[in-house]
Nanobody, 124 residues
Framework: QSELVESGGGLVQPGGSLRLSCAGS????????INWFRQAPGKEREGVSY????????NYADSVKGRFTISRDNAKNTVYLQMNSLKPEDTAVYYC?????????????????WGQGTQVVVSS
């Protein structure tokens, strides 16, 4: 079974850091653009960041720019989202999703594959 698997979420204090991972299981990530979305309770799913298949093109939502960094290691079949200077408003379930090409603006309905999500809670 081919799937995306997120990990790395958890509880962190404001100002802290987490690194999320999105791994391919039976799924070769290097052929895809990988996108990170998040969904807070009662809110719509929003695009956070994406990285193209080579890692040469990245983009970030204004709300995370300068704090989050997306990267990929195709040899490890994994994409990472390094999150620094976390704020309470970053609290959400974070999902990775794959698309064949860049979708701008990021649109959840146009993603081909999704992971199950990982919870991030930023709280003191």
């Amino acid at each position: 079974q081919s799937e995306l698997v997120e990990s790395g979420g958890g509880l962190v204090q404001p100002g802290g850091s987490l690194r999320l991972s999105c791994a391919g299981s039976g799924f070769t990530l290097r052929y895809y653009v990988i996108n990170w979305f998040r969904q807070a309770p009662g809110k719509e799913r929003e695009g956070v960041s994406y990285i193209d298949s080579t890692g040469g093109t990245t983009n970030y939502a204004d709300s995370v720019k300068g704090r989050f960094t997306i990267s990929r290691d195709n040899a490890k079949n994994t994409v990472y989202l390094q999150m620094n200077s976390l704020k309470p408003e970053d609290t959400a379930v974070y999902y990775c999703a794959a698309s064949y090409r860049l979708i701008v603006p990021m649109n959840p309905s146009r993603m081909l594959y999704w992971g199950q999500g990982t919870q991030v809670v930023v709280s003191s």
